[in-house]
Each structure stands twice: as structure tokens, then as C-alpha cells.
């Protein structure tokens, strides 16, 4: 059917929001306790977005949290650290709007939700620079969910990431990554209970593979969706929006195709687009983010496309830092859509990076974003780095996880697909044949690692030095947690890539979140938050959680403009 056409069904709403992640659940909700009609339409069948498959961390400094663990936080002390991280081109008024409303967001959903948050001693990435926290407590964790609360519409929520989940179903919380991941005393117990809740979740479990206790992302738009469910929101799935309409410069609403028909949708008070970043566009990464082009190693969802991106431009947006992306590197299962992020691998000791000459290049233990981008731009540079070869020795596979590889469970016990990308040798030289890397050049590699590493020091890149890299090192590892010779054979290595957790630039937006034209004025009734905006941290990435945290916020912020109401 012509999108144009006069003859389609006509649907009336206050505010349309386009994408049902975590930043359009929460901007539908606040519209929605402010006593306004609201449509929230999902392009893909599975609602939930990337925040679904994400930690749904969320950084907010001087929170009420924070302040109850003893954690006195201020928000200029915040904005003077992110401030310093950001790229020039992002307005002071940006990052001022969002460290100032961030905590009132995270009330006001704890106000209005099921949800509760709590915050972390989870130290920020760049903990010493100046209005950096060391000690946490900006990084806030969502408790788990009932997922039963939300009757059939489960079986539609998004499943977690696998690299959140345990073996691919069983969802976990943050606070049980260590008591696994260090097999603390209770942990079998711990993992046998949580197995039988699950198998036991009957009759659910004969239709659906679905874990009901929710966790990390589900949890936070499962609790969204919960609440948007009390208010009788409607959430349309199958449901892209084909173009803004537009009358007069101002955006009254947007062509919509529900499951097959369009649909023009009049949104009265204006339209949010917070349907993610272009991570799946090929096209769009060739043109716009060249230094990640690989659709494939992106962990975000298929989705994401870039289409309100795009229809943004198309009614005359500006944009900006579409260059940037939030990197990460990842590891890869055939077969599978996304990458795997890697986040607690590489600050364990007895491990390290090397590129394809064998060669450590970075600190492995560094936060994700700052070791993806080394890694994209060392293979700009030197085409030697996608992949790289995550090494470890015999200890580490029997102690710790590698991505998709369990400890524990024999290499025969493993997935085929992951055995197909598990490399072993019983020597240094028969791992370097294995992996296609000079035996010479990687034993010297291992060798100087390890003479400093038996001391806890790393003279090359410093592992282990800052606040953060020992975030995810082994406490029982004296005196640096994230160093240990790479020593007892036989020795494995598994291929890592330079990837991303989505894209981060996209249209220009003000500190309300409403969308900026070519004229440099705001497009009336046209807001964007997520990735659909260019974000505020420019391409620094200041804590866990400033992605999803930024998305709530200027979700809360846009709307309370749309509606021009204070609650």
C-alpha cells in the first residue's frame, strides 16, 4: 500500500513512541501518569529492545541510593568528570541536563514501577581522573523481577544476551557472578536451585524456554512493560514506522505498518524515537562509522537499522559523532547473530591479548569501551587485530569461563561450534602453529609477561594499576588480581574481535531532548533519546550504565517537554 495514501486507518494518541526498549518504555510510562494517550509501535516481533539483552546497569550520580550506602555524591563533581571525557562538539547544557535530572528519573521510576535499583561499589572506568568515583556507588544494578506479572506478553519479551545468561536460558544477577564465577562456598547448591526453578516452572516451561525470574535487562522493561500494562498502554509489535508525517515544520505524527496495514498515527503532543542506533547497517557503518563496520560483531539486536535515524534526516535533523560507537571486544559463536561481549575475561589473571604477530598491544583489563577501540583502530592501522587471540593457560580454563567456553566441562563436553573455535596446544610453539602466529615472537611474548607478572606488575601496559581493572580481577590472586604467569599446559587460545554493544551517534538533540534542524532550532514535536541521539558522552564512555542510564533520563526529560508538566 502508498504510504501516502488518504484511504488508511486513521489512530489518534497524545504521543507516539517509536521502540520498546528501556528509554521508549520509561518516556511512554511518564506520558502515561501524566494522564496521556500513548502508543508505543516496535518494528520486530520481540519487544524490549537492546536494553532487554543488556546488564541494564545505569549510571546516576547523587542518587538517593548512593547517599543511603554512605556514598556522598554531587552532580557538578559528575559533570566535571564527564564533562572532561566528552568530545568538544557535545553541549556543557547536555551533560549538565542529564547528571542534574538523572537521580529524579531513577526516583521517579522507583516511584511508579516495580523496579528497584540499588547502587554498586562498581568503581567508574576512569576512577582517577578528576570528579571520578574509585569507591562506586554511580553505577546502580536493577533487583530481579517476577516475570509472571506479566502474563502472555513474556513470551514476547526478548530474550537475555547470552553473554548474561547461563548455558544460554538461566538468567542470572549481577551479585551472583562472583559466587559462580569464584565457586564460593554454597555455589552448587546456589546452581542447583536455580536450575530446578527453572526446569520446575511448570506448565510454562512446556511451551515457552523462557526464565521467569528476571534479571538485569529483562528486568528493567519487564518492570517497564509491567507498569505500562496497569496503565492499558498499547505496545504494537511487527509494527516499523515507515516516515515522519510533517505540517507546517512541525511533526504531527508517523506513517505506521501494523503487522502488514499502514496506519497513519496523529500524535498530537509530538513523536520520541527511541528505537536504538544503526548497529545491523552495513551501509550505514561503511558510510558513517568505518572504524566499525562489522555488522555481525555488534551485540545489538537486528533491529536496529538505523530507520529513525534515518527518518530524523529525512525531515531535516541534524547529526552528530555518527562515527562513534559504544566498542567492545567481543568473542564469536558460528551461528549466532551478535558478537559475545567480553567484560570479566581479560582482567583474570593468567591470560592476555596478543594480535596476529603473537604481540600483547593494550591493557587487557581496561573497561570494554577502551579496549574495543584500541582494537579498531590497531587494526585500521595494522589489519592485525580482528581477530585477536585470547591466550590462557590450563588453570584459567579450569577456573574461569572464556565467553561461550565453561570451566569444568571437558573441551569434548563442549559445544561443537565452540569447539570449532577453541584452539589448543600442549606448548607454547604447538598453540602458536595452531593459531597461525610465530612460535618465537609469542613465547618471547609469554615469557617477558610472565617474568613481571610473578611480582603483580606489568611495566608494558600497566594491568592490574588502576581502580577499575581490578573491578573483575581474583581477589585470591596476591598482589595484583588481574596478573598470574601463563605457566601449566597445555595452553588454549580463542579468537576475540573488535566489536561493539551499538552505535552511539545519531541525530543532535538539546538538553530536552528534542531534535535539532538545520536551522539549529529544535523541530516542534520531533524528540530522540538512546542511540537514536547523538549521546552526551561524545565517544568516552565515563561508567557501567552510561548508555541505558542517559536513555531513562532524557526519556523522562522529553517527555515532561512534550506534555510541559512537572511531574
Not at 604467569?485 to 574481535?497: E, L, N
Request: glycine share 10%; net charge neutral; charged share 20%.
Amino acid at each position: 500500500m502508498d504510504v501516502t495514501s488518504d484511504k488508511m486507518e486513521e489512530y489518534n494518541v497524545d504521543l507516539l513512541v517509536v521502540g520498546s526498549g528501556a528509554g521508549g518504555l520509561l518516556s511512554a510510562l511518564v506520558a502515561a501518569e501524566n494522564n496521556a494517550e500513548v502508543l508505543v509501535i516496535e518494528k520486530e516481533s520481540l519487544w524490549g529492545g537492546t536494553s532487554a539483552t543488556s546488564g541494564a546497569g545505569i549510571w546516576i550520580p547523587a542518587s538517593d541510593q548512593a547517599r543511603e550506602a554512605g556514598f556522598n555524591d554531587n552532580v557538578d563533581v559528575a559533570f566535571q568528570y564527564v564533562r572532561a571525557l566528552s568530545k568538544d562538539n557535545v553541549p556543557d547544557a547536555n551533560i549538565r541536563s542529564y547528571v542534574s535530572n538523572a537521580s529524579n528519573m531513577l526516583r521517579w521510576m522507583g516511584e511508579h514501577t516495580d523496579i528497584e535499583y540499588c547502587a554498586f561499589p562498581y568503581p567508574d572506568y576512569h576512577a582517577e581522573n578528576p570528579g571520578g568515583s574509585p569507591t562506586g556507588y554511580r553505577t546502580h544494578m536493577p533487583l530481579p523481577m517476577d516475570g509472571r506479572k506479566l502474563g502472555k506478553d513474556i513470551e514476547t519479551l526478548r530474550y537475555a544476551s547470552p553473554a548474561a545468561s547461563l548455558f544460554g536460558y538461566l538468567n542470572w544477577h549481577f551479585d551472583e557472578t562472583y559466587t559462580l564465577l569464584f565457586r564460593q562456598p554454597g555455589w552448587w547448591w546456589h546452581l542447583t536451585k536455580s536450575l530446578a526453578r527453572y526446569w520446575l516452572d511448570l506448565p510454562f516451561r512446556f511451551r515457552s524456554g523462557k526464565d521467569r525470574r528476571l534479571t538485569l535487562g529483562n528486568a528493567l522493561v519487564g518492570g517497564l512493560r509491567i507498569a505500562l500494562n496497569r496503565k492499558n498502554v498499547p505496545v504494537w509489535l511487527d509494527s516499523p514506522m515507515n516516515k515522519l508525517i510533517e505540517e507546517d515544520g512541525k511533526i504531527i505524527g508517523a506513517i505506521v505498518t501494523k503487522q502488514g496495514q499502514n496506519v497513519r498515527v496523529h500524535a498530537r503532543k509530538g513523536v520520541i524515537l527511541a528505537a536504538g542506533g544503526f548497529d545491523k547497517d552495513t551501509k550505514m557503518r561503511e558510510q558513517y562509522a568505518p572504524l566499525y563496520r562489522n555488522t555481525l560483531y555488534s551485540g545489538g539486536t537486528s533491529g536496529n537499522t538505523g530507520d529513525s535515524i534515518k527518518a530524523g534526516m529525512g525531515v531535516g535533523a541534524k547529526t552528530m559523532n555518527m562515527q562513534s560507537a559504544w566498542a567492545a571486544p567481543v568473542f564469536y559463536v558460528p551461528g549466532e547473530d551478535r558478537g559475545r561481549l567480553c567484560t570479566i575475561e581479560r582482567a583474570l589473571p593468567g591470560s592476555m591479548m596478543v594480535n596476529q604477530k603473537g604481540q600483547r598491544y593494550l591493557n587487557e583489563a581496561a573497561s570494554y569501551h577502551i579496549v574495543g577501540q584500541q582494537m579498531s583502530r590497531r587494526e585500521q592501522e595494522h589489519n592485525d587485530a580482528s581477530p585477536s587471540w585470547f591466550v590462557f593457560d590450563h588453570e584459567y580454563r579450569h577456573n574461569y569461563p572464556v565467553g561461550p567456553l565453561l570451566p569444568l566441562m571437558p573441551d569434548w563436553f563442549q559445544r561443537g561450534e565452540v569447539q570449532s573455535i577453541l584452539k589448543k596446544g600442549k606448548s607454547i610453539e604447538e598453540l602458536a602453529n595452531n593459531i597461525g602466529v610465530d612460535p618465537s615472537t609469542l613465547a618471547s611474548t609469554i615469557t617477558r609477561y610472565n617474568d613481571h607478572a610473578v611480582e603483580g606488575e606489568d611495566p608494558d601496559f600497566k594491568r592490574g594499576e588502576a581502580t577499575y581493572d581490578k573491578m573483575y580481577g581474583d581477589p585470591r590472586v596476591t598482589p595484583n588480581p588481574c596478573l598470574r604467569p601463563i605457566s601449566k599446559g597445555p595452553y588454549y587460545a580463542m579468537p576475540i574481535y573488535p566489536g561493539d554493544i551499538g552505535t552511539n551517534g545519531g541525530l543532535l538533540t538539546d538538553d530536552k531532548a528534542r531534535v535539532i534542524g538545520h536551522n539549529d532550532k529544535p523541530i516542534a514535536g520531533l524528540y530522540a533519546v538512546g542511540n537514536n541521539a547523538a549521546s552526551a558522552m561524545g565517544e568516552s564512555y565515563p561508567g557501567a550504565g552510561a548508555t541505558i542510564g542517559p536513555a531513562l533520563t532524557f526519556g523522562y526529560i522529553a517527555v515532561r517537554d512534550a506534555l510541559g508538566v512537572n511531574n
